[in-house]
């Protein structure tokens, strides 16, 4: 079966540092790949999405960016975290067909400081 | 962007009444998705809906996809404690090069014992 990995679950940054976080799909070969973010309550943002190693799609420009290095890994960085950049972050990944839904990982919380 | 519009945002509710939640855009989608998010939690999907005028159940909860495919409507019958949570809809137009479904605002439910 498929699985999802997220991590960290929680994180506290200072403004300026860098972020990394990172997340690995089990089970599945070839998945599209997906960071969002999720202000509280409140539905989700679509910031990058992947359909191949080093193919990397930026919904809204912003102070982060994403890496596929290799096949089932999505990576989501930051070189200086702004107060703005705290949130819920969630990767998930689904099939390339149209009308598969999504598998969420677990979510990062992110709180700079 | 294409914009989905969920209504209520929020429901309050006692144990055993029903309810109906609304998902609307202006955008004619490919098929639609809905989500029920626990806190801290990633998003399950609950089901997808592909064809205008197409009804789903799930135990207590209906389904609806509008007609012209630009809207959806959630049912629940006899609500329970249980039901609580964020509702998610998401639609996705196959000219996304990602498959990408974008989410809608959100109605958060809770149900009181």
């Known amino acids: 079966s498929q699985t999802i990995h997220q991590w960290p679950a929680t994180l506290v940054q200072p403004v300026g540092s860098p972020l990394s976080l990172e997340c690995t799909v089990e089970g599945t070969s070839n998945p599209n790949l997906y960071w969002y973010r999720q202000a509280a309550g409140r539905g989700l943002q679509l910031l990058f999405y992947?359909?191949?190693?080093?193919?990397i799609s930026s919904e809204v420009p912003q102070n982060l960016s994403a890496s596929r290095p290799q096949d089932r890994q999505f990576i989501l960085s930051s070189k200086k975290l702004l107060l703005s950049d705290s949130g819920f972050y969630l990767c998930?990944?689904?099939?390339?067909?149209?009308?598969?839904?999504?598998?969420f990982g677990s979510g990062t919380r992110l709180t700079v400081v | 962007t294409q914009l989905l519009e969920q209504s209520p945002q929020f429901l309050s509710i006692q144990e055993g009444e029903n309810l109906t939640v609304y998902c609307n855009s202006s955008s004619v989608f490919s098929s639609l998705q809905w989500y029920r998010q626990e806190p801290g939690e990633g998003p399950v999907l609950l089901v997808t809906v592909v064809t205008g005028g197409e009804v789903k159940k799930l135990k207590r909860l209906t389904f609806q996809f509008g007609d012209a495919r630009k809207d959806s409507s959630l049912h629940i019958t006899a609500a329970q404690p249980g039901d609580t949570g964020l509702y998610l809809c998401?639609?996705?137009?196959?000219?996304?090069?990602?498959?990408?479904?974008?989410f809608g605002t959100g109605t958060s439910l809770t149900v009181i014992p």
């Open positions: 992947s359909v191949g190693i080093g193919q």
């Open positions: 998401a639609g996705v137009n196959r000219e996304n090069t990602g498959n990408q479904f974008y």
């Open positions: 998930a990944w689904r099939p390339q067909a149209v009308n598969y839904g999504y598998t």
